[in-house]
């Protein structure tokens, strides 16, 4: 005789037991991340031109691939992950990178023939598709609904600042994805039941935070979140005590894996036969060079790092015409342009472009969190918490360094929680969801050409993006 089992279906594999509830709440998350898929890998390699950073990270790329030890404005994470998805992309298996190795940033006439640059790009869009389905499970663990979290997932899916970023090989989409990885263990080790479960978030968001740090250094603010939670949870010292333990422990874990990865990736010395190779040359230290492979030169190899980004913060440049300030953040003020390609009748612009509707959401969320944190809400003293930190850090940087406007992205995820939060503590009608989330789409439709290279007239260029183009500013070209 046949069982009917109402809570449980037998899979083929092993006879594992899934629950059909969570089947079910598995599908909105695929469905964000399918619409994330096609909007970040539709079409990636079209623009066949280093977009922004690209030209720096192309030449990193290519040192990586050669197994030079090498030196970058920031932590190797990134990097690696990006020249990791080019070398098992295999798009550019055949590619000669020694004309480029050696060169600090690659200008388009530089590019080796035939270079793919989708390869280049595939791990920034990847990232974009998983931070796009955490997006959704950090909105669904606030609201606590499905419908409400499916329609603040287009504050990410349809941003176009966001998707310009990720569909270049940059470092944004990686970052903002271990950062939401963060929020959402927090969120989740607020709730836990046990000191085990506790200390189990505890540690998943210690790593995905060191992880956001190894890709930029900002990420290490993210730590706020691990005293907020052990201080809110209020289960005594033993329990918070211990779960900042596992938080560090898991943090070091990633660190020493980070490197290690990095080192396995470079085990060669800068080449000082180039240009950039005789400036890599002069962080390396003896410690590292005479050390043998072990723990001993990966603590050397992070001390050299270390000496080189505070070097390299003391001579960025503190002006540049497409910079931007903190100030006029929250608003989307400081678009850029990457590139564009005139003709007669029509232009295609590629620009970073906020979706102003969206961010101006996002502004609203954090005057509600506000009123909310002084109440006492948990979940919004923890966001208000992320944003400010990172915020007075950024105000701080404002003075040291030029900053531009995706500078902003990590603050901004934590204004949107503070949006699902509000949402959820004032039971907003379902008609003011909708009305948001159709202001949302309207402005990505407007803004989509820019951010996706699409031809469109100057007129309407002009129009969605004011403050940048030939029009007005200078092309994108970093000091």
Request: net charge positive; proline share 5%.
């Amino acid at each position: 005789m046949r069982r009917h089992r109402r809570a449980k279906w037998h899979g083929q594999a092993g006879g594992m037991a899934v629950s059909r509830p969570f089947l079910i709440r598995l599908l909105p998350v695929l469905a964000v991340m399918g619409v994330a898929a096609f909007l970040l890998l539709w079409d990636l390699g079209a623009v066949r031109q280093p977009i922004w950073d690209e030209s720096y990270y192309l030449a990193s790329t290519a040192r990586y691939h050669e197994g030079r030890l090498q030196f970058a404005s920031h932590p190797p994470l990134g990097l690696l992950l990006i020249a990791r998805g080019d070398r098992l992309a295999g798009w550019n298996a055949g590619v000669d990178w020694r004309g480029i190795a050696g060169q600090f940033s690659v200008a388009a006439r530089d590019v080796p023939q035939g270079f793919d640059f989708a390869g280049l790009r595939i791990a920034s869009a990847l990232a974009g598709v998983a931070g796009a389905g955490l997006f959704y499970g950090l909105m669904r663990q606030v609201v606590g609904r499905t419908e409400p979290a499916m329609l603040l997932s287009f504050l990410y899916l349809a941003d176009p600042a966001l998707l310009v970023q990720m569909r270049a090989g940059h470092l944004d989409g990686f970052q903002i994805a271990f950062a939401l990885l963060a929020m959402l263990a927090v969120l989740l080790w607020m709730e836990a039941r046990g000191w085990r479960k506790a200390w189990g978030w505890a540690a998943l968001c210690g790593g995905a935070v060191m992880a956001a740090a190894l890709v930029r250094a900002n990420g290490a603010l993210l730590g706020v979140l691990l005293p907020c939670v052990a201080l809110l949870r209020r289960r005594g010292a033993r329990e918070g005590l211990g779960a900042l333990a596992m938080a560090a422990l898991a943090g070091l874990a990633v660190l020493v894996a980070v490197y290690a990865a990095h080192l396995a990736a470079s085990p060669l010395l800068p080449d000082g036969r180039t240009v950039a190779g005789r400036r890599d040359q002069a962080y390396v230290s003896a410690t590292y060079a005479q050390a043998p492979d072990g723990m001993v030169r990966l603590w050397a190899a992070i001390q050299d790092q270390r000496a080189f980004l505070a070097q390299d913060l003391a001579g960025m440049t503190r002006m540049d015409g497409n910079g931007s300030h903190p100030f006029g953040w929250p608003l989307g003020l400081g678009s850029i342009t990457y590139r564009w390609d005139a003709g007669d009748s029509e232009v295609r612009v590629l620009a970073l472009v906020p979706n102003r509707g969206a961010w101006w959401l996002g502004l609203i969320g954090l005057c509600g969190g506000v009123a909310l944190a002084l109440r006492g809400d948990r979940v919004a003293i923890v966001c208000l918490a992320l944003w400010m930190a990172q915020m007075t850090a950024l105000f701080w940087l404002d003075g040291q360094r030029v900053l531009y406007l995706y500078h902003y992205f990590l603050p901004l995820m934590a204004s949107y929680g503070l949006l699902a939060r509000l949402w959820r503590q004032i039971a907003l009608a379902p008609v003011a969801g909708w009305v948001g989330w159709g202001i949302v789409l309207a402005g990505f439709a407007l803004i989509a050409p820019v951010a996706l290279h699409r031809a469109s007239s100057p007129a309407w260029c002009r129009m969605v993006a004011p403050d940048c183009g030939p029009f007005t500013r200078v092309a994108a070209t970093k000091p």
